[in-house]
């Protein structure tokens, strides 16, 4: 068996958020799988941004390809937000008690909604911020759904519904690969994107930090103390992380100019704006 590892074939990054239609995207392999896993979609592909004020550091998969989020805003719409969280592999905020809640449960929804109702935002922030807490889906299950469904395994727990969660190092890919090509890729024994202008994964991360600190800045409108301290230190870390980058990408002798160069500037665009921002 062959499995296709590499799911979007024929994208090409087209510009800054722009949206492009494709079809079959799926997770499937040389025989006929159930059509819940080789499923063909026409789907919304949302491309990164490659500046540092981007709002889409990933690729997000829209339509009748990921039934995960089918089943996700089904219950939704039945006023009944969030995962039954069968696996509580990432119950992790204790927000609301001792007892550890994944951000994605119903439960952590439910009450975190009720408290989002009952402050002083506006109408307009509340839904925003309702609307935030409820497009956290369920990572525990549905990425592993395909192999229980392609193994006629038992998904009782799990149910049916599969995600398609690509990465934003998608965009850099433009074919179809074998599951035999893309683990040659990671592990170094060819290079399927040799050529191909792309950022350092390490700057990728660091832009998904960058953004996450000003947006956080940007909420603390109530000046929370606490919150401020942790910002504070937040920023610190970042900024010795960009310093420990700036003296490593020159270092690695086998990593590419043309990324080495964009990593770089990128790094002392995000340093500018650390340094810049009031916390």
């Known amino acids: 068996m062959i499995v296709t590892f590499v799911i979007i074939s024929g994208i090409t990054f087209t510009g800054c958020g722009s949206k492009k239609q494709v079809a079959a995207v799926s997770v499937t392999d040389q025989k006929e799988m159930p059509k819940q896993v080789g499923v063909e979609a026409e789907v919304e592909i949302t491309f990164p941004c490659s500046g540092i004020d981007s709002d889409l550091e990933f690729v997000r998969v829209n339509g009748t390809g990921n039934s995960k989020d089918r089943e996700k805003e089904a219950f939704i719409a039945a006023g009944t937000p969030g995962s039954l969280c069968p696996k509580q592999h990432l119950a992790l905020n204790n927000e609301f008690g001792e007892t550890a809640l994944c951000t994605a449960s119903r439960k952590y929804q439910k009450l975190k909604i009720e408290q989002i109702l009952s402050s002083k935002m506006s109408a307009e922030e509340k839904e925003e911020s309702i609307r935030s807490v409820e497009d956290k889906a369920c990572i525990c299950v549905g990425l592993g759904t395909p192999a229980l469904i392609n193994n006629h395994l038992d998904t009782k727990i799990e149910g049916t519904g599969v995600s398609i969660c690509p990465g934003p190092g998608l965009v850099s890919f433009d074919k179809t690969y074998s599951l035999k090509e893309m683990i040659d890729h990671i ?36 000046d929370d103390e606490k919150q401020k301290s942790y910002l504070m230190e937040f920023r610190k870390n970042m900024l010795e992380g960009i310093e420990y980058y700036l003296s490593l990408f020159p270092a690695i002798s086998d990593l590419p100019e043309i990324i080495k160069a964009k990593s770089l500037e990128i790094c002392n665009q995000i340093k500018q704006k650390l340094e810049a921002v009031t916390i």
């Open 187 to 222: 592990y170094g024994r060819t290079d399927l994107l040799a050529g191909v202008e792309r950022l350092h994964f390490f700057v990728r991360e660091l832009k998904m930090y960058a953004k996450y600190l000003f947006k956080a800045v940007k909420k603390n409108k109530e």
